[in-house]
């Protein structure tokens, strides 16, 4: 039988870029076109497959898949085909973190910038979203047959990344190289902080 694929989650910048980095350091063969290089954004890269977009109608991708790790937002996770054999690593962090990272991310590509006080209804509107679709997402992926969650968070990560590579490990069943997956871990990359800290607006 083969081996389950390896599903990398989360909302946009969650850091699961950061885990894809440290799955491939760790010895997991990672599928991905490089289509998409790194920026200032993600100065590492992004560790994307542009296939993966299109899961709802073709998702033959699924055929290179098994054992290798694949990245793709969450809201594709509900596009996979029944009877997907996955181990699907959901990434979570501060809600707060995810939408400065997005507005940032939004104002670099020269994006519409808010007035202060619309952009903080429009982040608090956006975060009531973003909650409630992952609370939807991590339900689902628990009750399909065939997938296995882990949830990571962001922060502890990079608080303890050997302790958060050791939980990978344990999780996916397979002799990882720890050390080299915690090594690639870089704090200084961790630009968007959130006001109330790691833990106070968890979802």
């Keep these: 039988m083969n081996e ?11 850091g699961t870029s950061m885990i894809m980095q440290m799955l491939a350091a760790g010895g997991v063969e990672i599928l991905s076109d490089g289509q998409r290089r790194a920026d200032d954004d993600n100065p590492r890269g992004y560790f994307e497959l542009e296939a993966v977009k299109t899961t709802g ?24 085909p029944a009877g ?8 979570r962090r501060d809600m707060a973190e995810i939408l400065a990272s997005q507005r940032k991310m939004l104002e670099r590509a020269g994006g519409r910038i808010a007035a202060p006080d619309a952009a903080l209804a429009e982040d608090e509107q956006m975060g009531r979203i973003f909650t409630s679709h992952l609370t939807d997402v991590l339900a689902w992926v628990q009750q399909r047959q065939g997938l296995k969650l882990l949830e990571v968070w962001h922060a502890d990560v990079l608080r303890d990344a050997a302790a958060a590579a050791a939980k990978m490990q344990v999780f996916l069943g397979r002799g990882l190289d720890v050390t080299a997956m915690a090594a690639v871990v870089d704090g200084g990359l961790h630009r968007n902080r959130g006001e109330t800290g790691a833990s106070g607006l968890r979802s």
Excluded: H, N
Aim: proline share 7%.
């Design 4 to 14: 389950p694929a390896i599903l990398v989650s989360g909302l946009p910048r969650s």
């Design 57 to 80: 109608t073709d998702a033959s991708w699924l055929d290179q898949a098994p054992g290798k790790g694949i990245k793709l937002i969450s809201q594709l996770l509900y596009e996979l």
């Design 84 to 91: 997907t054999r996955a181990d699907v690593i959901v990434l």
